[in-house]
């Protein structure tokens, strides 16, 4: 690496080794101290953050530089109380590491931030109220209960006691009800229901209940297919779609009558538990002959038919090579004959292999023993067949 540097003679900033080659410092920072190290006197009010925005220092870039200037010792803060009662942050910012006492004297030598004496911070007591002057306390102008009004109060009213309604013990299906109707908020900010509006649903969700719907059914219906403008009104909107999708009532039960004048129909009793059908026994198609030609086999007929699938086969080919022959003016009967004794031929199979032993066991039984052949004499004779010798 070549070296090459001329000093300034004038607008100059000496910085010291130790604070260019610092290595907690990032290039930010020690821009920074530099910065401000430079700065004219009548410069120096404004904070820091104004002078790295000059720099193009901002964001998270200036609070990453920030804190480690003041973890390494080179700008120090602090919260001051002025004369009316407001507090400012004052800074100090040195080209230097400070320790907590040499930062105490300095703001001392100063004389800022009235109230720090030779680093001791002065009493309380010492200064004048921050604003106005001490009056007489207040005690007594609480209002009744019976003359609480909605505004300018600082505590809760008082909460209005039970009802008589309040204390009518409720069945499981008007709980279950209200707990889904209160439930909804969570499926849409939109339905969100407050306890007296959900308690006068109730009614009509004890009936969907009584009908069958299960309470995760119910909530999903009436959470969906939400309208696209919004809902103005929940308690109307729910009030709505409970009514037009009401379920069809269960079938009452034989002997069960509904109560005169309820709205309601009867919990049905639990149907009985009945075995299941005996399943269908398999059908199995019955074994038919073969009426095709060959050898007596048979298959098993899924629709009536009286060949199997190989001469059924067989006997397409035939036609059809019956009728290419006829459309090229050959013989077909001589073609049939040859196709026929080449398909015996080449029939494969456990039915080949028993019609070769067939023809086999056939042809040994046609032979027989020679009727003409030579009887052999014991003693060397030979006696021909029909003439003798002396």
């Not at 009532?249 to 109560?259: D, H, K, Q, R, T």
Request: charged content about 20%.
């Amino acid at each position: 690496m070549l070296w090459h540097a001329i000093a300034p003679s004038r607008r100059y900033t000496k910085a010291s080794h130790d604070v260019v080659r610092h290595p907690r410092l990032c290039s930010d920072a020690k821009v920074l101290i530099l910065y401000v190290q430079g700065l004219p006197d009548g410069c120096t009010d404004l904070a820091l953050s104004e002078h790295a925005r000059k720099l193009g220092i901002r964001g998270r870039a200036f609070q990453r530089a920030k804190e480690q200037l003041v973890l390494c010792g080179f700008v120090h803060e602090r919260r001051v109380c002025g004369e009316r009662g407001r507090w400012s942050t004052q800074q100090l910012f040195a080209n230097v590491p400070l320790a907590e006492a040499e930062v105490v004297a300095v703001w001392c030598d100063a004389g800022v931030g009235g109230g720090v004496s030779g680093g001791v911070v002065s009493s309380p007591s010492a200064r004048f109220p921050t604003v106005g002057q001490p009056g007489s306390r207040t005690v007594g102008h609480q209002l009744p209960v019976d003359e609480e009004r909605a505004k300018n109060t600082s505590h809760p009213p008082t909460e209005a006691p039970e009802t008589e309604a309040d204390l009518v013990p409720r069945s499981p299906e008007a709980v279950e009800a209200e707990g889904v109707l209160l439930s909804l908020r969570h499926a849409s900010a939109q339905l969100r229901l407050g306890v007296p509006q959900a308690r006068s649903l109730v009614a009509q969700a004890v009936e969907w209940l009584r009908r069958g719907v299960s309470g995760g059914e119910m909530r999903r219906v009436l959470s969906s297919n939400l309208p696209q403008g919004g809902v103005r009104s929940a308690v109307g909107f729910l009030r709505h779609r409970l009514e037009l999708m009401m379920p069809e009532p269960l079938p009452a039960a034989p002997g069960i009558e509904p109560e005169a004048g309820s709205q309601f129909s009867p919990p049905l009793p639990p149907a009985p538990l009945l075995p299941p059908p005996p399943a269908a026994p398999r059908y199995v198609a019955p074994l038919v002959t073969c009426a095709g030609p060959g050898t007596e086999h048979v298959f098993r007929a899924m629709a009536e038919e009286t060949e199997c699938s190989d001469c059924r086969q067989a006997a397409a080919w035939a036609r059809w090579a019956e009728h290419r022959i006829a459309d090229l003016g050959g013989d077909a009967d001589d073609w049939q004959a040859q196709a026929q004794a080449q398909a015996q031929e080449q029939l494969g199979g456990w039915r080949g292999r028993l019609a070769a032993a067939t023809a086999a066991a056939a042809a040994r039984q046609a032979e027989g023993p020679k009727a003409d052949a030579d009887v052999p004499v014991p003693g060397g004779e030979q006696v021909a067949a029909g003439h003798g010798h002396e």
